[in-house]
């Protein structure tokens, strides 16, 4: 039986997806070792790269084909905002600056804004981590720094989409949907895309590591 366009995408990226997890930051991250600040220097790169990747989705809303991945109750720039200012403060616009790796990613997210698959690639690589092993790290954030709905971990936080389950499997229908759509070619240079996308979040976890070896 041949496997679905999602689950094929999900299987050529896994190796990729375990690095990511094994990262240094995130460990000492849900391990508890690092300091608030510390934490919303993830909070903030994520800023940036969110700001990106939901001014493309905007852009790209009445696309036939992107605008099939665009879902507004998915935007993660308000949230972001109120976390930012729980850590930091009411002058967190000044505290946070993009890393190079950061500055990096966001710049392909801005560059395959013309190119429909690249852009599902990023938003499939971001959002589908978001929407599960995020929740477990939301779960372990308000255990460790406390706290609660409205500011800290609202990031993780999708209360308008209802069924977080349900809204997964059919985001992954329309990957399916999508990769029936596409040529042999296509489907690869999109495999690619979403095998760099992960390199990319990757590195922006490798530039947070020094805060892990200074908790160490």
Known sequence: ???????????????DHESA?????????????????DY????????????????????????PVAGRF????LYREP?????????????WRERIAPSKSTRTL?????????WPAGYVAHHYTRYLGDLSGGQFIRMELQKIYGYAKGGGVDFYL?????????????????????????GERERERMIGEVK??????????GDLAHLARAAA
């Not at 930051?25 to 300091?35: D, E, N, T, V």
């Not at 665009?70 to 109750?73: C, G, Y």
């Not at 905002?81 to 850590?87: N, S």
């Not at 760099?196 to 976890?205: G, H, I």
Request: charged fraction near 20%.
């Open 196 to 205: 760099l996308a992960y390199q990319l979040n990757t590195e922006v976890l």
């Open 21 to 37: 997890e094994s990262e240094g930051y995130l460990s000492a991250l849900m391990a508890g070792r690092l300091s608030e600040h």
């Open 40 to 63: 919303g220097e993830m909070v903030a790169q994520h800023y940036f790269a969110y700001t990106a990747l939901d001014g493309v989705s905007r852009a790209l809303a009445d696309h």
């Open 158 to 182: 999708f209360d308008e989409l209802g069924s977080l389950p349900r809204f997964k499997t059919e985001y992954r229908s329309r990957l399916d949907e999508l990769g029936t759509g596409l």
């Open 70 to 73: 665009v879902f507004p109750e």
């Open 79 to 91: 949230a972001l905002e109120r976390d930012l200012a729980t850590i930091y403060g009411s002058g």
């Open 106 to 114: 966001v710049a392909r997210i801005q560059q395959v804004a013309d």
């Open 1 to 15: 039986m041949t496997a679905s366009f999602s689950e094929t995408l999900r299987t050529a990226t896994w190796a």
